[in-house]
């Protein structure tokens, strides 16, 4: 994948829970915890059908959700992380610098791991209400229901949110 100048792209963390499964399966279904499920929900929210989802992996780096990852035991910043470095050359692969935007929705220590690559990353979540809910399942944010609406003038997330839906690319 290289990015479209034009495009919108949202990066969202990987979870500690994964997949109960030995074989590679596609990103997108690999992390089943609540956390990133609410990302992922807002992502494609604010992506729309133009934009472009991303899964940042603790292991693995900037994946496309349709990339065959196999479960791994790691967290950002853990020793056997993905390093700056990494991600930097991933981005010039990906054309992430191209990118009209680039949002960052999770914790602290993967939103930050983003801005590495692009310091101008949007980071529509305060960093301590996200690691809170990573933390704790979710509960510094609001539920996800059938609504959720990215606001360009704030830069702020309204939830509720639609169900996850697997992105055009752009």
Known sequence: MTTNPSCLVVVVPC?????????????????????????????????????????????????????????????????????????RAQAERLGLHHARQLIALGGRAYVDAVATVRPDVL???????????????????????????WHKSSRTLEFACPPIRRPLSC
């Open 123 to 149: 980071r529509p979540w305060p960093a301590a209400a996200a690691s809170a809910s990573s933390a704790t399942g979710c509960p510094a944010l609001p539920p996800p229901s059938n609504r959720c609406s």
């Open 15 to 87: 979870s500690a829970a994964k997949l109960s499964t030995t074989a590679p399966v596609p990103a997108a279904d690999l992390s089943v915890g609540s956390f990133h499920r609410l990302c992922r929900r807002a992502a494609h929210a604010i992506a729309g059908g133009t934009g472009t989802v991303l899964v940042l992996s603790a292991a693995h780096g900037f994946v496309t959700l349709d990339e065959p990852l196999a479960p791994y035991e790691l967290r950002m910043g853990e020793p056997g992380s993905v390093q700056p470095d990494q991600l």
